[in-house]
């Protein structure tokens, strides 16, 4: 525990913290004029992953999908997995912000910004995937239900139409979210720019805030409007994804468990991936004071209580197909266990089952290494879950001449390692560029602890 930890273990903010502290700390971060070491390092990190991205894509649109190890009859892999698991990222990041918001819960005040800002790039970087396994991408926008005198709409009855519209009303209403709840400190950014380029482009940015009360008012108004229109979507939108599966036949998808089970399943990788990058931020940007030990201890319950649906799920699966008798399950539920892809059914359950069990005890909750370590092997387990979700549901048919292995090829690797590279590009340079966190609602809340 750190000295002011130590301190003000129950605090939510370091004591001492004043208004005029807390503005020079967080803006400071963004007006500085160049990033510290660790910044730059993992930024040309972040790019050469991004740069290996758009090579992949590029070969993508000349080569087709065949650069990928999809075959008949595992025609989704790799390219699908990242998709689900990027969107499902970006759903906690929106119940953490919004949810709390309309519960007034003041612990969210130091996360809320960056696990908005997680949300949009997030669901950003997911929306490349379904484009791209098109086959033809430049044809994507044929989703959209427009006018054409071929007289060819998009089949409202295929849950592939609605994801699209699903997630294009999710990131539409995450990023005004996150938008206006940085117009006060953009705000503050252009009142502290210290040249004239920054004033202009900090103050265009915050589109005339004063901070006057009717400005305050209508603040007030739209995020609740906003935040009320966020959390129904969450739901929405993972259980869209979910249906994309339950709606087939196929023995391993054919559940009415998927959408709560993707819900869940969101939740815990969005929490553990809001722990992943909450502790970075706060030991390498000295961000201490404010995001604390009793930040990290909350957000790692939210993970275990998350996981423990998601544990719960993987038992209720394996109950139902036991249960119900049917042999088409239970050969899926025996291939999933012993069969060719059996590694990947048991490292799921060693890092979504057995390391979050960890949490239980307070002091690992309170220990930023451990945070750190579980909150990467959930989100690799998830990532796996997905991919044993998928593949091991298509590669065994019930003929010979409809069973295959699926083989992953350079390009599924390199989609994957580009698509974490363009997620942290987007996040670096946010926090490179704009407060990581909400400086008004700090202030606020420091004001209120002086108080009490």
């Known amino acids: 525990m750190s000295g002011r930890d130590a301190l003000a273990p129950h605090a939510l903010i370091a004591p001492g913290q004043t208004p005029a502290a807390i503005s020079a700390k967080v803006a400071g971060l963004a007006l500085r004029p160049r990033g510290g070491r660790a910044w730059r390092l993992a930024t040309l990190a972040a790019l050469a992953l991004t740069a290996l991205l758009g090579v992949g894509i590029a070969v993508l649109l000349v080569r087709g999908v065949g650069i990928w190890g999809v075959n008949i009859p595992v025609a989704w892999a790799f390219a699908i997995a990242d998709y689900v698991w990027w969107i499902a990222i970006g759903m906690a990041g929106t119940f953490i912000s919004a949810a709390l918001y309309l519960t007034r819960q003041p612990w969210r005040s130091p996360l809320s910004r960056y696990a908005e800002s997680m949300t949009v790039f997030a669901v950003s970087v997911s929306g490349l995937f379904p484009i791209l396994h098109l086959g033809r991408p430049w044809f994507f926008y044929w989703l959209a239900p427009y006018p054409d005198r071929m007289g060819v709409w998009p089949q409202w009855r295929s849950a592939l139409t609605w994801d699209f519209f699903a997630i294009l009303a999710y990131l539409l209403v995450s990023l005004m979210y996150w938008y206006v709840g940085l117009l006060p400190d953009l705000a503050t950014l252009r009142d502290r720019a210290a040249t004239r380029a920054k004033q202009v482009g900090y103050g265009l940015l915050a589109l005339g805030w004063r ?57 815990f990788s969005g929490f553990a991936m809001a722990l992943v990058l909450g502790v970075p931020l706060r030991r390498w940007f000295g961000l201490g004071d404010y995001i604390r030990e009793i930040h990290l201890d909350r957000l790692a319950k939210m993970v275990l209580a998350a996981g423990l649906v998601v544990d719960y799920s993987y038992a209720a699966e394996i109950f139902m197909a036991c249960y119900g008798g049917d042999r088409h399950e239970l050969a899926a539920l025996a291939a999933r266990v012993g069969g060719a892809y059996a590694w990947v059914f048991w490292t799921v359950v060693g890092c979504n089952v057995v390391s979050i069990q960890a949490l239980w005890w307070p002091r690992v909750r309170r220990c930023e290494a451990a945070l750190f370590a579980i909150g990467v092997l959930v989100l690799a387990g998830m990532w796996l879950e997905r991919f044993m979700l998928i593949v091991d549901s298509l590669y ?50 420091a004001a209120e602890e002086a108080r009490a």
């Open 211 to 267: 901070g006057e009360a009717r400005h305050w008012r209508r603040y007030r108004t739209l995020s609740l409007v906003l935040a009320g229109l966020a959390v129904p979507l969450v739901f929405s939108v993972h259980s869209m994804v979910a249906l994309d599966f339950s709606e087939g036949l196929l023995p391993g998808w054919h559940s009415t468990l998927f959408p709560p089970f993707f819900v869940a399943g969101a939740l």
């Open 396 to 445: 065994r048919g019930f003929l010979p001449s409809s069973t295959g292995l699926f083989h992953a090829t350079f390009w599924d690797y390199a989609f994957l390692a580009g698509s974490v590279g363009l997620f942290l590009l987007l996040f670096l340079l946010f926090v490179r560029w704009l407060p990581v966190l909400s400086m008004f609602e700090l202030r606020r809340l």
